[in-house]
Nanobody, 121 residues
């Protein structure tokens, strides 16, 4: 099993910044990717940013240039620095990790508990 522990989030005014972090722990043989999805009320969950093994990153078009995803020294923690926040960024943000727990195991996606990000206008 893999556990994802998140921190960060909260309420900020438009134009402000917030930082989210997510740490993975447990049975991890290969960590293929980590990142964040978000879900706003009445909308589908969407990918915000992902950090893939090898260092490649992927961002939603709506956050490019404003959000930055990075990893910690242990590579089991990801950070999402969110600058220039807009009311449209208001959502519950979910950390995910794609993990292979043992040799030969398929990749499995794990989810952390959501964290609320609210941006006031």
């Amino acid at each position: 099993q893999v556990q994802l522990v998140k921190s960060g989030g909260g309420l900020v005014q438009a134009g402000g910044s917030l930082n989210l972090s997510c740490a993975a722990a447990g049975s991890i043989f290969v960590l293929n990717a980590m990142g964040w999805y978000r879900q706003a009320p009445g909308k589908q969950r969407e990918l915000v940013a992902a950090l893939v093994s090898g260092g490649n990153t992927d961002y939603a078009d709506s956050v490019k240039g404003r959000f930055t995803i990075s990893s910690g020294n242990a590579k089991l923690t990801v950070y999402l620095q969110m600058n220039g926040l807009e009311p449209e960024d208001t959502a519950v943000y979910y950390c995910f990790a794609d993990v292979r727990s043992n040799i030969g195991d398929p990749l499995a996606r794990y989810w952390g508990q959501g964290t609320q990000v609210t941006v006031s206008s």
